[in-house]
């Protein structure tokens, strides 16, 4: 967004010094046209930086000039990042924090910057969980984001899925993430082979202890969360399906499967297209299918070809005989 731009301009200015147009469009990843269109506008909104041509030429701000960030406290500093997402910074017990952030933030932008922050925040506004999801109940939230922060062992009752449910672990929490709305921890367990991921909401009892430990060299959060997701999907559809899909049919898909149909090509005279669509289990791909309807017809393989001729033959019989 271009009032995310101008600030990071402005703080890049004040941080670094002078800097070219070329370095402040590698920074922001826009073009150089763009840039000078950013500078404009920050003349415009009354901001004192000026610029040189040249080879030793670029732009700076005027001797003196400070955006004028003070009185930030250590958490409103650190909260600062979650200035645009509420919900998280509550549930990890950095309202306040935040919200204090927020007003001093804007209280040091010039005027026109802040006009257009306090726009922005009128006309947009992110709610990342999906329709159907209910809201999780993660009391240990703040409990794991002190321990991540200042590096302590944690003791927890896990409930998992396979048997035995419920296990005892210790855990070196090492980050947190937010997916899609539900929180989960990056954790290894001392001497174990590596970090493995948590569901915050699936901790039924935690305590903080006093053991300190070291994130090993080298690791970053978010390249773990990126291979986390790659190795999850690849296990998620090992298998795939033989379809024949209407135009309605396909228009229903989502996620890899819409994008296997759409890689399939031409459709048929009829109007109907074949795919080779990937599923995460039989009986997966059997449900997935069913809601599909006469939409789609499934022409491998045999068994869950089988399964759904099954379903639809009980289906039959149930709809044709006597009401109950």
């Known amino acids: ?97 935040v919200e204090g952030a927020r007003l001093k933030l804007r209280a040091a932008l010039p005027p026109g910057l802040r006009e257009q922050a306090d726009r922005m925040g009128r006309r947009f506004h992110l709610d990342a969980p999906g329709w159907y999801a209910e809201d999780d109940d993660v009391p240990f939230l703040p409990a794991v984001a002190d321990a991540v922060w200042r590096g302590r062992v944690l003791d927890v009752r896990y409930r998992r899925w396979t048997e035995p449910t419920d296990v005892d672990r210790r855990l070196e929490p090492y980050g947190l993430v937010l997916k899609a709305g539900r929180w989960y921890v990056v954790a290894a367990r001392p001497g174990g082979s590596g970090p493995r991921t948590y569901r915050v909401d699936r901790i039924l009892r935690l305590t903080v202890t006093e053991d300190g430990f070291a994130v090993p060299d080298g690791f970053e959060l978010a390249a773990h969360w990126r291979a986390h997701q790659r190795d999850f999907h690849a296990r998620l559809h090992r298998d795939e399906a033989l379809v024949r899909l209407s135009p309605r049919g396909v228009s229903r898909l989502t996620g890899a499967a819409a994008r296997a149909a759409a890689a399939a090509g031409t459709p048929d005279p009829d109007g109907w297209t074949h795919a080779r669509v990937p599923v995460e289990s039989m009986e997966g791909a059997h449900d997935q299918f069913l809601a599909l309807g006469a939409d789609a017809e499934v022409l491998g393989p045999p068994e869950l070809r089988a399964r759904l001729a099954a379903t639809a033959r009980a289906l039959a019989d149930r709809y044709t005989g006597p009401g109950r």
């Open 1 to 97: 967004m271009k009032s995310g731009r101008l600030l990071t301009i402005l703080l890049l200015l004040q941080t670094r010094g002078r800097m070219t147009a070329a370095q402040l469009a590698a920074e922001l990843e826009v073009s150089v046209r763009t840039v000078y269109r950013d500078v404009e506008a920050l003349h415009t909104a009354g901001v004192p930086l000026y610029g040189d041509a040249g080879h030793r030429g670029g732009y700076e701000l005027l001797a003196g000039y400070r955006t004028r960030l003070t009185g930030l406290s250590a958490g409103e500093a650190g909260a600062l990042f979650l200035t645009g997402l509420p919900g998280p910074a509550a549930d990890l017990g950095l309202g306040p924090a």
